[in-house]
């Protein structure tokens, strides 16, 4: 392993001792040596075709978005072939903010197709691979495994039901999913509208709280974007003992399914807080075992909504020769999307039919409200709480594709997703197998400033973010 | 048996906003196809719906005006179903929690007092157009209306016969009309009715199943088609059928409806509300506000020329064809505060130069000033009528100012006693007959020796003057 402490803000800093543009061109060569292992881009930005950079507070910073958030300047295909080679006319409010402080977008990053997945498996570029074992699984997102590998010092990422957060914990990378409303989703392809969020990642909490500020704010295109709340995060980066935080850790988390080593692993971790005046509390979570099959019913009917403007006439995959309305859209549709997406829409549409709404749906949304008030509930006496991030390690690639796996790899990150709470996905360790442990840390509805306080708290007493893979193969950049 | 036929309608009308419900297109009508979009109204993905305030204010202006309550929140809801106009495969609308509910109109048909409830009037988008040319294998869409703010008003089932429905389609298109909320336009489609028949057994209070009818596009159509509907309807009853629930297509030209191709019984539009679109509360000082600056309405406007004004009820009606006029009429009384006249003046000449020259009342351009100025000129004995006549289509045609078209072109009335008494005399030597007919009693002669006299003056003589004159002459030569 070996580490490297190459953050944005030093990144940014050595910026102004070099050419503008060198950063971008090492992070070019970077992902020129390490994509033939890793396949995590989908589009690169041609070396000849680097902005000049003017100046901002991230001048000359290289970046990536994964393939759900518009660019116009590279297609934006959301991994499938529905919107193959489809290039949007506009860019993603985020990623104008970024180029507004004169970050360069370097890359677009795979992902599974409209996010529906685990493992990038359904990607309709293929799947990318695990940074720390290349026959492993990055999760549901490769920015993770781009920003571990150091091909990107930082990313967007989506995360509907947890692929960011997911994918940071088995690749070792630092993420934040923000409080829903707090980063506009103009130019987020929508998926579950209610849970879509744009997040950061990258290689620590405190580059991470950097984007966040830009990213964050209300957003006259986002009529659910956040009115007057402020996320401005770097504020809390300033050290100087945690005492008076009061964490709580929930026990119907842990246990269960979740793999032992990584549930010890953490337990482990929230001493680290306790070492710095934090306090660890019991709490409870009631409900939280139907989280994920309640995300799940409220995903596939907004996902079904969602997706139904893919026909073909307008934009993306066409059939040819279909000879009626009727052909042209069954078979544009039947064709253009994966067996995963396939499988949602259709479970989308049934549980919004008069037979199974009230039975599935409307139960789904009471158990959402039933998550809401017990989060309200345990942050009553708790200012953060710490939960799983992934049930275990990054498992093996090529499984048999099994449609609850991804239901059960999201149980811990579901239920943040259907409250709408804003969380760090940061590592904690390393397992047996070599392949990293990640923990989630939840934060109260605009409460980014302490769970990004208490993160970086975790990350100056510790080392885990600053490892770095050794990608067999790849010379070092 | 004798059936009663139950009826209500579903009105969808264009909102007068310059942009669409959810972006800043242009709404106007006519551009060319596909020149007022953009990635919103098209549904491209990533994109997110922006509320048209005005829309809202439009919406609640009308919801006010017909005694609704506003609902709050009111919340947006998807309607799903794939057709081509759709671009999202879902039209952004409202259903469980529409803006406004249980309102009524109140309108008067044949001088009787009627009363239709309002069962609510939500916001919606409108769709694209489709074409499909004669010549190629292929349908076009045009997507220029998509995304469009319409508010759709639905009844609850009160009407009882075609003319009564007819007559409560333009009671509520007079009130759009005034509430400058919609156009109303049949033919352009800025306004369309959907009917809902069912029949029952005269006494009873239940509702039976009810038939819809689409694609009706006039006030005539909308007659014929539910005296169709009933009479269809009156038969299979008779013969011992049942009706079951359907939609219709009405073909107008062959004045018969047919059943609509697999559009799906009852479909199931799996509404949800919408999560890119917070729910909608109306703050109390905005609605009062509208409340306050709500135009008045038609019938108001009736009974205030006639109350206020001592107009006949016949002026009032006709002034109050069109907002336009009325308000033409309205700017013009205080700089010429003779009503009397300005009615005569815009009945007897603005109507029927805006007749002559095709011009509809959301085009007019006469100003209020002129008018009252030519209304002026009459009243002061400047000029006669036939000279307003034509200084009046002057005005409208060329926008002259009538006051120095009169002064420039001479048209001023001649009150010259001596020069009308010499022309009296010319057509009196020159008109023998005439006289000798008159005075056998042709009082017919009378008028073409008038029209002689006001010739012989240019048309500019006062014509009491003239009939004076020439009366008294004609008496000398009894």
């Not at chain 1, 309709?124 to 993770?144: H, I, K, Y």
């Not at chain 1, 997911?166 to 630092?174: E, I």
């Not at chain 2, 559009?263 to 609605?287: E, N, T």
Request: net charge neutral; proline share 6%.
């Amino acid at each position: 392993m070996e580490k490297s402490d190459t953050g944005i803000q030093s990144c940014a800093t050595r910026i102004r001792d070099l050419h503008p543009a060198e950063a971008v061109r090492q992070s070019l060569r970077a992902i020129q040596q390490t994509e033939p292992h890793l396949h995590a881009f989908p589009w690169v930005l041609p070396a000849d075709a680097i902005p000049t950079v003017e100046g901002g507070a991230l001048a000359g910073v290289p970046f990536a978005a994964d393939d759900r958030i518009c660019t116009s300047f590279a297609p934006t295909t959301a991994a499938s072939k529905m919107l193959a080679a489809c290039t949007p006319p506009y860019t993603a409010t985020a990623v104008q903010r970024l180029q507004a402080a004169g970050a360069v977008c370097v890359g677009k990053l795979n992902m599974d197709e409209f996010s529906m997945g685990h493992t990038t498996a359904s990607s309709s570029f293929g799947q990318t691979a695990n940074p720390w074992d290349c026959t492993r699984v990055p999760g549901g997102s490769a920015a993770a495994a781009a920003v571990v590998s150091g091909m990107v010092p930082a990313a967007l990422a989506s995360d509907t039901s947890g692929a960011l957060r997911q994918s940071c914990a088995l690749c070792g990378a630092s993420g934040i999913r923000p409080t829903y409303g707090a980063v506009s989703r103009h130019g987020l392809v929508a998926t579950a509208p209610s849970m879509d969020q744009i997040g950061v990642v990258a290689r620590s909490i405190e580059d991470c709280a950097l984007l966040l500020s830009h990213v964050a704010g209300h957003d006259p295109h986002d009529p659910t974007s956040a009115r007057g709340e402020t996320v401005d995060d770097t504020a809390a980066l300033q050290t100087g003992g945690l005492s008076g935080l009061r964490i709580g850790i929930p026990a119907a988390a842990f246990g269960g399914d979740l793999d032992s080593e990584t549930g010890d692993r953490i337990m482990q971790s929230a001493r680290v807080w306790e070492a710095q005046g934090a306090t660890l509390h019991d709490c409870a979570l009631p409900g939280l075992e139907h989280a994920a099959a309640a995300c799940y019913a409220i995903a596939c009917v907004e996902a079904n909504s969602s997706l139904a403007r893919y026909d073909g006439i307008r934009y993306g995959y066409r059939a040819p020769e279909a000879s009626s309305l009727h052909e042209l859209y069954t078979r544009s549709r039947s064709h253009g999307f994966g067996a995963a997406v396939k499988r949602r829409l259709l479970l989308g549409a049934l549980l919004l039919t008069d037979a199974y709404r009230s039975r599935y749906y409307q139960q789904a949304l009471q158990v959402r409200q039933n998550i809401r008030q017990a989060f309200a509930q345990a942050f009553s006496h708790c200012d953060l709480l710490l939960l799983p991030c992934a049930p275990g390690t990054a498992p093996r690639a090529g499984g048999e594709e099994d449609p609850a796996a991804t239901h059960r790899a999201e149980r811990y990150t579901a239920p943040v997703s259907l409250a709408g709470l804003p969380a760090a996905a940061l590592p904690c360790g390393f397992a047996k197998n070599g392949m990293p442990i990640g923990m989630q840390l939840v934060g109260k509805p605009f409460g980014e400033r302490a769970l990004i306080r208490a993160a970086h708290a975790f990350q100056t007493q510790t080392d885990f973010h600053r490892q770095r893979p050794e990608i067999e193969g790849r010379t070092q950049a | 048996m004798t059936w009663e036929m139950v009826c209500g309608l579903e009105v969808h009308a264009e909102l007068a906003t310059r942009s669409k419900l959810f972006c800043a297109c242009a709404t106007a009508f006519g551009a060319a196809p596909n020149t007022q979009t953009c990635p919103v109204c098209l549904g491209m993905p990533g994109t997110l719906p922006r509320l048209n305030r005005r829309a809202v204010e439009l919406a609640l202006r009308t919801g006010l005006a017909l005694s609704c309550s506003v609902t709050q929140p009111s919340l947006f809801e998807r309607k799903q179903y794939f057709y081509p106009d759709t671009p999202k495969a879902y039209q952004t609308s409202q259903f469980a929690a529409p803006l406004c509910r249980d309102g009524a109109l109140v309108f008067t048909q044949n001088g009787v007092r009627q009363q239709v409830r309002i069962h609510d009037i939500h916001l919606e988008e409108d769709a694209g157009k489709l074409f499909h040319p004669p010549a190629q294998p292929c349908t076009q869409i045009d997507y220029n209306r998509s995304g469009v703010p319409l508010i759709e008003v639905v009844t609850e089932p009160d009407l009882r016969s075609p003319e009564e429905a007819v007559a409560f389609l333009e009671a509520l298109r007079e009130t759009l009309l005034f509430l400058g909320v919609s156009d109303g336009k049949m033919q352009e489609g800025s306004m369309r009715a959907d009917v809902n028949v069912s029949l029952r057994p005269r006494g009873s209070d239940t509702l039976y199943p009810r038939v819809e009818m689409k694609n009706i596009s006039s006030f005539k159509a909308v007659q014929r088609a539910i005296a169709f509907e009933a009479a269809r309807q009156t038969e299979i009853l008779q013969s011992g059928g049942k009706i079951h629930p359907e939609t219709r297509r009405w073909d107008d030209a062959a004045g018969t409806s047919t059943a609509m191709r697999a559009k799906g019984s009852a479909h199931d539009y799996r509404y949800f509300p919408d999560p890119d679109l917070p729910p909608l509360k109306v703050a109390s000082a905005w609605l009062e506000e509208i409340r306050a600056q709500t135009p008045e309405l038609a019938a108001a406007k009736r009974s205030r020329y006639q109350a206020e004004l001592g107009l006949s009820a016949y002026d009032a009606a006709m002034l109050t064809t069109a907002p336009q006029i009325a308000a033409l009429f309205e700017q013009a009384l205080p700089l010429c505060p003779d009503a009397k006249e300005l009615s005569n003046l815009i009945l007897g000449d603005v109507l029927r130069l805006m007749n002559e020259s095709g011009t509809p009342a959301d085009r007019l351009r006469l100003s209020p000033a002129d008018l009252a100025s030519v209304a002026r000129l009459i009243l002061a004995g400047s000029i006669n009528r036939a000279t307003a006549q034509q200084v009046l289509d002057r005005v409208f045609l060329d926008g002259i100012d009538p006051e120095t078209y009169v002064r420039e072109n001479g048209l001023a009335m001649v009150d010259d006693e001596a020069a009308v008494q010499q022309a009296v005399d010319d057509v009196l030597r020159q008109h023998p007959q005439s006289v000798a007919d008159y005075r056998a009693g042709k009082t017919k002669a009378l008028r073409f020796l008038v029209g002689q006299t006001m010739k012989r003056m240019q048309g500019r003589a006062n014509p009491k003057t003239v009939n004076q004159l020439l009366l008294k002459a004609l008496e000398a030569l009894l």
